[in-house]
């Protein structure tokens, strides 16, 4: 059975930094584009980022580029987002989703992330 688990999510104060992880299992990890979304209180899912099957190529939503990094360690079947400069409004509950978009899209339970001094 395919799973997602997201991790790393906390408090943090604005201008400081989390790193979000994305344990994969039961499909073929390195054969998907995979991708993180959040969704903020009271709002839609956010697509931010997609990550290419061997990680060489990356396209990020325009509010958080240059902030974040996604990266993926196929031999883990990990994927990673770095997240720097952390700002009030990039408060969310974030996701790692497998196929972003199409019928057979997957994502985990979530990790929250809370922006506050």
């Known amino acids: 059975q395919a799973q997602l688990v997201e991790s790393g999510g906390g408090l943090v104060q604005p201008g400081g930094s989390l790193r979000l992880s994305c344990a994969a299992s039961g499909f073929t990890f390195n054969k998907f584009v995979m991708s993180w979304v959040r969704q903020a209180p009271g709002k839609g899912l956010e697509w931010l980022s997609d990550i290419s099957t061997d990680g060489n190529r990356t396209s990020y939503e325009t509010s958080v580029k240059g902030r974040f990094i996604a990266s993926r360690d196929n031999a883990k079947n990990m994927m990673y987002l770095q997240m720097n400069g952390l700002k009030p409004e990039d408060a969310a509950v974030y996701y790692c989703?497998?196929?972003?978009?199409?019928?057979?899209?997957?994502r985990g339970q979530g990790t929250q992330v809370i922006v506050s001094s």
């Open positions: 989703v497998k196929s972003y978009g199409s019928d057979s899209s997957l």
